[in-house]
């Protein structure tokens, strides 16, 4: 049971460079979300998804793009790296939007943009 | 606009002792409450939740007591264990409109000594 998979675990990329941070969940949860968590922050909403070809922003878009083409995959690109978005980058999942749902967690993805 | 806030950064209590660590929220439009918690390099894990028709909410050494009228939810772990030392995320999300997100607030590091 694999629950939510991110990868990369780690990654360093240059001032302006591109990557995609890969998100999988074999849950069949209709909701997917991206957060970033700061230093002595807490977790800060990037994008969400309630189910596949739709997508919404959350608090942090600016940056960041993201797609969800199936109900596993929520892949989250960052087009032109900047140090601001050093940060640690988790995954969620969750059955459904309504109360009575937690949401469950990848092992996150440490960006460090230089 | 922190709509969750945790106001205690860190909590030191003694094995055995009880631990009690707070939330504040300002929506009152959210009905659905949960606690986290997180290991370094680890993602955050689902530990108790409840819903804003219970005022008490137990599941072995963990309760979860809300405050409607005070917008205030608070967690407490008795006794306390030292595997119980990790950084404590409280979280809230809304029947309506943004049922479909989960906003969190920054976080409780606690800290189980001998």
């Known amino acids: 049971n694999a629950g939510v998979t991110q990868t990369p675990k780690f990654r360093i990329l240059k001032i302006g460079q591109s990557m995609t941070l890969q998100c999988t969940q074999d849950m069949n949860h209709n909701y997917m979300y991206w957060y970033r968590q700061d230093p002595g922050m807490g977790l800060k909403l990037i994008y969400y998804?309630?189910?596949?070809?739709?997508?919404d922003k959350g608090e942090v878009p600016n940056g960041y793009n993201v797609s969800r083409s199936t109900t596993e995959d929520f892949p989250l690109r960052l087009e032109l790296a900047a140090p601001s978005q050093t940060s640690v980058y988790f995954c969620?999942?969750?059955?459904?939007?309504?109360?009575?749902?937690?949401?469950?967690f990848g092992q996150g993805t440490r960006l460090t943009v230089v | 606009d922190q709509q969750v806030k945790q106001n205690s950064p860190s909590l030191s209590v003694q094995e055995g002792r009880i631990s009690i660590l707070n939330c504040d929220y300002t929506n009152s439009m959210f009905d659905y409450f949960l606690w986290y918690k997180k290991y370094p390099a680890e993602g955050p894990t689902f530990l108790i939740s409840?819903?804003?028709?219970?005022d008490k909410n137990e599941d072995g050494r963990f309760t979860v007591f809300l405050n409607k009228s005070a917008k205030h939810l608070s967690l407490h772990i008795v006794p306390s264990q030292p595997g119980d030392s990790a950084v404590y995320f409280c979280a809230a999300s809304a029947a309506t409109g943004t049922a479909s997100k989960l906003t969190f607030g920054t976080g409780t590091r606690l800290q189980v000594t001998l």
């Open positions: 969620a999942s969750r059955r459904t939007g309504r109360f009575g749902t937690e949401a469950f």
């Open positions: 409840i819903s804003s028709i219970k």
């Open positions: 998804s309630v189910g596949a070809g739709i997508t």
